[in-house]
Nanobody, 123 residues
Framework: QVQLVESGGGLVQAGGSLRLSCAAS????????MGWFRQAPGKEREFVSV????????YYADSVKGRFTISRDNAKNTVYLQMNSLKPEDTAIYYC????????????????WGQGTQVTISS
């Protein structure tokens, strides 16, 4: 079993920055991919970004391209999401997800999920 623990959420003003972290633990961890999704109140959980562990290839939702950057630290089994130029519409609970297979922007294709971290952007 794999455990994912997110951290780094908080309240910031529009235009500010936050960095989210997701640490993986449990079985000898050798991830295929790790990603971020978010869910705003009353909305579906949506894809934000993903990184493929071996290749380092990354993908982003159009809404965050150019503002968010995903990265990984292999030694720490940790993935990061650097979020810049934050907007009120980025307000959501951000979830870390790992492994699975299939299309990267569909939440049902991921095997493991964290509990989420709240990100609130004030205008």
């Amino acid at each position: 079993q794999v455990q994912l623990v997110e951290s780094g959420g908080g309240l910031v003003q529009a235009g500010g920055s936050l960095r989210l972290s997701c640490a993986a633990s449990g079985r000898t961890f050798s991830s295929y991919r790790m990603g971020w999704f978010r869910q705003a109140p009353g909305k579906e959980r949506e894809f934000v970004s993903v990184i493929y562990w071996t290749t380092g290839r990354t993908y982003y939702a159009d809404s965050v391209k150019g503002r968010f950057t995903i990265s990984r630290d292999n030694a720490k089994n940790t993935v990061y999401l650097q979020m810049n130029s934050l907007k009120p519409e980025d307000t959501a609970i951000y979830y870390c997800a790992a492994d699975g297979s299939g299309v990267y922007d569909y939440r049902a294709t991921y095997d493991y999920w964290g509990q989420g971290t709240q990100v609130t952007i004030s205008s």
